[in-house]
């Protein structure tokens, strides 16, 4: 019970005070992946949006002292795919990563703090995803080559001195549209990597590739191992006893088998767990060995992430740190894990935790702002009915506060997300951008519509032939379900998602008219013909899988594209656009809003320069949350508490 001297102010929704501001989700929104361990030491990247959304490599001492191991000139991101990851390789106190300015593989020695030393030449070569082959001097990478503008980039497998002059590599492995994940083995003598082909996605299917080292650095007898068409690999990598395990879909589910046996490692595992992840980006991790005879493993039930250790000889899987759910960079030595994690009520942060106690210790936090769990909204996992009687899956967030409380039988406004991708999913973990609206009176829906990960291979496949249909259908069915629950205003219903999800945004809002009343499309694509067009090389025949082959489809792609259909729509919009964007590009939001704007509709467009595909600089984290505040409130009919900056609005 509130007592007197702590009185809650009766407010509408979307008119709530509240403390988590839109600086403050920006400036606590550092992005934590790349943990690694060597040593004692501990390794992990830090994307800061106060720093122009600059990425940098961060040592943490035994003594519990961090400090950045790269100079405040580097940025430690490759553009390998364009989404990137894999752009750090700690071994013995020397850094080898890449510098997002030129694409360079530099060496940098750590404990001396040393100024970064190419190690290949300027030029149109981007790399990714490397591993050490200390025996022979040398990394093994993923090489991206650029050089002809004419034609698309060529990947490859490639061996870089590190000791000799700069040099672009020497390719050891070709032929595949894609490589990734090489790694040796403890001895050096065998090397594995994943490879497959347009127009595959990592996520539809991969070869696993295994092949013999010959002294002079030459892989011979390569075989494949597993994967195929229809079976994608993650993962596969060396325990320290040379035994290669991976990741397999093979039965319907990622789990984790091991190379000479034909069984899942995992006996135990809970129903419809999955051990994988769609590989968007280099380096990300579902499990590491943990010693001998022992593997630290994450999965995934329920769109909910655990932690676990499994016994390779009996294959029973233990709990471990229970209540955290691990993200995509997990690493792990004989006693203790090193990982990204966090929960409903923490942010997520680098933590260690000791396999003989379970205790954890929170590293590096990726917010350092205190939040009470009193004003915190906790993530509920709802499951409802779909197109055809199938099920899809959110998290439902109430509206959250202590100072403040609607009036007497009024509904909140729902935001519905859509994830990006769109193969990912979305996460149950603390996340403030979640918070900034449970904080201000709105209830949100994080849906994983069908085509998301996480629910096994069958439910990744719902999508195929059909972006643009069901991951519309759910979304809609996920605001009629919380609307009859009484959970939701049916008449303030809005609908936002950034690159994917800001189709399947501007998709809803078009082709299912009256459902939403307001939408907010971050790099969203409106034209999908121009994307299959327009695009990079790694997403370039993705649509043939969820759309159809193009040009032979171009009819589906053009009655499944927005912008050919505006006289659809009935609702307000608003859209977000870096103008370096080269995965969608701004002239997919330049023609919506222009669209929108000649059709009468309220409707702005805030563009930013020198961004890029998904926001990283602070300050247009602050404008793009503190615009839609206000576009929600002007549409809905209520004033934020917050001062926010006007912008053009047209027709409103």
Known sequence: MVGLADPVQQKAYGTWASPITAATVAAQGIRLSSVSVDGDDIYWIEGRPQEGGRNVVVRRLPDGSTADATPADFNARTRVHEYGGGACLVSGGVIYASNFSDQRLYRIEASRSGEPVPITPAGRWFYADATLDERRRRLIAVREDHSDPDHEPVNTLVSISIDGPASAGEVIASGFDFYSTPRLSPDGSRLAWLAWRHPRMPWDGTELWVADVTEQGTIVRATRVAGGDAESIYQP??????????????????????CDQTAPVVVNAPRGAEFGRPQWVFGSASWAPAGAGRLLVSYTTAGRWHLGLVDTTSGRLSPLAEGLEPREWMTATDTHAVAVAGSASTPDAVIRVEFATGASESIRSSSSLSVAESLLSTPESVEFPSRDGSTAHAFYYPPRSDDHSAPDGQRPPLILISHGGPTTATSATLDLRVQFWTSRGFAVADVNYSGSSGFGRAYRQRLNGQWGILDVDDMVAAAAFLVAAGKADPNRLAIRGGSAGG??????????????????????????????????????????????????????????????FVDRLASSLILFQGLEDKIVPPNQSEMMAAAVRAKGLAVAYLAFEGEQHGFRKASTIVRCLEAELLFYGRVFGFTPADDIAPFPIDNL
């Open 237 to 258: 990598g060396w325990t320290p006893d040379g035994q290669l395990y991976f990741v397999s879909d093979r039965d319907g589910r990622w789990k984790l088998y091991r």
């Open 503 to 564: 189709y399947t945004t501007l998709a809803a809002l078009t082709f299912r008219p009256g459902v939403f009343q307001a939408g907010a499309s971050y790099y969203g694509v409106s034209d999908i013909e121009v994307l299959a067009r327009d695009t990079h090389k790694f997403e370039s025949r993705y649509l043939d899988t969820l759309v159809g082959p193009y040009p032979a489809a171009r009819d589906v792609y053009r009655a499944r594209s927005p912008i050919h």
